[in-house]
């Protein structure tokens, strides 16, 4: 009953975006609008509205707060991509309560999250579902989230914009790596992020090392370090023949449950933009590990996390030089046991989709050393994942 009332709202992860965003996007993708969700356009068109108002009431109100906070100068970031595990690893970090992190509210709310500390953050706890579209993990808006969907709300701008009108195809390439743009706009990118953040710590104060995680931070080293030269990162890579089967699921629930549209509107043009995307990804983090030293990247497995969490933990802290980690363990196994039930998604891939991940990422399949699981699903052409 509760559920069916929450997907009545419709909570959509950009209910956060403002109205520029939305009336661009009404304009030139609104004959695509299936009409019985006319009525959430009405909403939405109202939320965004408000967040775009009260956004610049904030703006002004908490300037000059916002603008003396300082940053930690190194960062921990997450890196990977879309189902690797990066949640996971985000999630068991985050039980360290030396980090802070944006939590999905201010995530969600961009424009209008220091409000959201009273009666507005626990009507958006009423209406958010239990658990994620894509999968039967917990979900909630006190748990950390990722930047990314800040930036989606903030700037109007990003690879997941594509969920409102998915029949469009992708949108904003060039924010993946922001490699493409132009300095402007990546400034104003830089300046946007750096905004929320700042934000964020006002409610943690001065100087707490900030634990992010975004899947588009794998192909933004560069940038990210322009901003923190002292960042430390931590990879996590995964069997790409899940990956991509994972992927492929997560953008057509994702599609097919945040959009204004009916279902299966991603399916014509996600499998090719998930390789494409990966493709670009790995081509930048190849390229930008290299301006890493030693103490400030380690690269871990899936596999291997989901064995041995704790050990895992112990070696990255080692590694990155962040400290004892004995403190926060009992959380930890609270964290483990809270997931002890979860079950992973069993895919069933076409030989094609297997072929065309054996070939267009077998240098991350090598590089992670995954080669022996790829191959057969190319050879054997079963399909499985």
Known sequence: MLDRLRKALGFRFWYGIGIGTWLSALIRDGRAISPWQLPRVILFTALAAFNSGVGLLLRLIFAKRIRSVRLDPSPIFVLGHWRSGTTYLYELLSCDNRFIWPKGY???????????????????DFAVPAHRPMDEMTFSLQRPQEDEFAMLGLLGRS????????????TDPDYLSL?????????????????????????????????????QHT??????????PDAKFIHIARNPVEVFAST???????????????????????????LANFNEMYACYEEDRALLGDDQLVEIQYEDLVVDPVGVLRDIYQRLDL??????????QGRLRESAGYKVNVHKVEPVDAAAVASSWSGYATRYGYDETVAPALVSGDGTA
Not at 107 to 123: A, T
Not at 180 to 204: C, D, G, H, M, N
């Open 323 to 332: 400290g004892e980690i004995d403190a926060f363990l009992p959380a930890v």
């Open 219 to 228: 192909a933004r080293i560069r940038t990210i370090l322009s901003v923190f």
């Open 106 to 124: 201010q995530c969600g709310s961009p424009h209008i999250f220091l409000l959201l500390d009273g009666v507005l953050r626990h009507l958006l």
């Open 159 to 170: 690879t997941l914009r594509f969920c409102i009108f998915p029949s469009a195809g992708p």
């Open 179 to 215: 490699r493409a743009l132009a300095p402007t706009e990546r400034q104003r990118w830089v300046e946007t992020w750096v905004y929320f953040l700042k934000s964020v710590a006002i409610r943690y104060g001065d100087n707490k090392r900030f634990l992010l995680k975004s899947p």
């Open 248 to 274: 492929v699921r997560t953008w057509n629930a994702l599609a097919d449950s945040q959009g204004v549209q009916g279902r299966g509107k991603a399916k014509p043009w996600v499998r090719q933009s998930v």
